[in-house]
């Protein structure tokens, strides 16, 4: 009989290529948050992580784990990033802290697209992948924040915004500059991805937001 003929046994793939988890997690992020989770096909993110999809397969039971390892593997960066921050500024609070908090946020999202695009894709509808996220990524944020923002809630000016709007305004303002990328660079010609643009846009933020307390 023809050896090639012959079944491949089931198992782990025979595949030459070692598989890098990272690399894999990163390049799904990309094309979850472009194309959304029901327009992302797998052999998309084989083929540009440079692998097949029966090694996806092997490792991931269906979209849908790959999708919260994804979000999982973001998680953890941000988290790890803010609870360093944390740890490192430990001597100060209330506003500063936030300020802080707040241009990081601006470099993250600078550094990982992904974040600021799946957070408003997903989270204007009430979905399982909605939830996920708030108990992957908002409820850490949220556990890592609260103590600045309830230092920064002594000062009377800083209660009279409610924190719903404080939030989305954070947020809004932390994200927009780089999901209008294209509209600013058509516009004003400067990337909103370069360094000394990052470090105005958050001088800014921080100016607009927090200098009146």
Avoid at 118 to 143: A, C, F, H, K, V
Avoid at 168 to 184: D, E, H, P, Q, V
Wanted: net charge positive; glycine share 4%; proline share 4%.
């Amino acid at each position: 009989m023809n050896k090639s003929n012959k079944k491949r046994k089931r198992g782990r793939p025979s595949l030459s290529q070692e598989l890098k988890m990272d690399n894999l997690l990163s390049v799904a992020l990309e094309y979850f948050s472009d194309l959304g989770f029901e327009g992302t096909q797998l052999k998309f993110i084989a083929e540009k992580a440079g692998i097949t999809n029966p090694l996806i397969s092997y490792h991931f039971s269906n979209k849908e784990e790959l999708w919260k390892r994804s979000i999982d593997y973001l998680s953890k960066l941000i988290v790890e990033k803010f609870e360093a921050i944390r740890s490192d500024l430990k001597d100060i609070e209330g506003v500063p802290m936030l300020r802080s908090y707040t241009r990081q946020l601006i470099y993250f999202c600078a550094k990982n697209p992904p974040f600021y695009k799946i957070i408003y894709m997903e989270m204007g509808q009430n979905s399982w992948r909605s939830e996920y996220l708030i108990s992957s990524i908002i409820d850490p944020l949220t556990t890592i924040g609260q103590s600045a923002l309830n230092k920064a809630s002594i000062n009377p000016k800083f209660t009279a915004i409610p924190k719903p709007n404080f939030v989305s305004i954070i947020f809004g303002a932390c994200s927009s500059f780089f999901m209008l990328t294209r509209l600013i660079e058509h516009q004003y010609d400067i990337s909103t991805f370069e360094h000394v643009h990052i470090e105005k846009h958050a001088d800014l933020v921080n100016q607009i937001i927090f200098d009146s307390f």
